[in-house]
């Protein structure tokens, strides 16, 4: 391959037909270490999936259709952006029903301090389960409202476990958990919403 400040030239050999028939051509092939992980988004989908994450490439890659395998078995096909060198390529390759996350709302009681003039809180559980038969690390990703308005604010009142990452300006939550075959782990979240007493607000 030839790189210039604007294009790229890729040299094949091979035999194109002229009779207008597709005609496909090699033009590279590489071998990338991955990192595979599974990825639960709980707000998305209950289900889990498996993702497989490259190191920074040392050459760009063309946009195009990637085919998919697990284990020699195909899984799906997606498309794949263009990656410029020093960029990192993350695939999902589909989901696995043997790990699931689901999020459940937490109904607040009656003449609790969830409510009043001014002050809203809201709440959810996670509950994880790893039913593949080995022990595995699994990653959870959530995230809580982020006000765009200085009279509103929102802050994580309680989160059990501490997230082992929490980005607090763009609200996104992680968890790192390792959970054994069969075994299952419950995150709680409650956030609070406080606004001027005058005003309503609502929450989809």
Do not use: H
């Amino acid at each position: 391959m030839e790189e210039t400040l604007t294009d790229r030239i890729f040299t094949a050999k091979g035999n194109v037909e002229g009779d207008n028939s597709q005609t496909m051509l090699l033009l590279n092939e590489l071998s990338l270490p991955i990192t595979v992980s599974i990825e639960c988004i709980p707000v998305l989908s209950p289900q889990a999936w498996i993702v497989a994450s490259t190191e920074k490439v040392e050459d760009p890659l063309l946009a195009g259709q990637a085919d998919l395998f697990i284990d020699g078995v195909g899984s799906g096909r997606t498309s794949v952006p263009q990656v410029a060198r020093g960029e990192i390529i993350r695939l999902a390759f589909g989901q696995t029903p043997s790990v699931t996350a689901a999020r459940e709302e937490i109904i607040p009681k009656e003449g609790s301090n969830w409510l009043g003039k001014g002050k809203l809180a809201q709440g959810y559980t996670i509950n994880v389960t790893n039913g593949l038969p080995y022990e595995t690390e699994l990653v959870i990703k959530d995230r809580i409202p982020v006000s765009a308005q200085e009279k509103i604010t929102v802050s994580a009142e309680s989160l059990d476990p501490q997230p082992t990452e929490q980005d607090s300006k763009k609200g996104f939550l992680t968890w790192k958990l390792k959970l054994r075959s069969g075994e299952q782990k419950k995150l709680s979240v409650i956030y609070r919403l406080s606004f001027p007493a005058e005003e309503e607000i609502w929450i989809q």
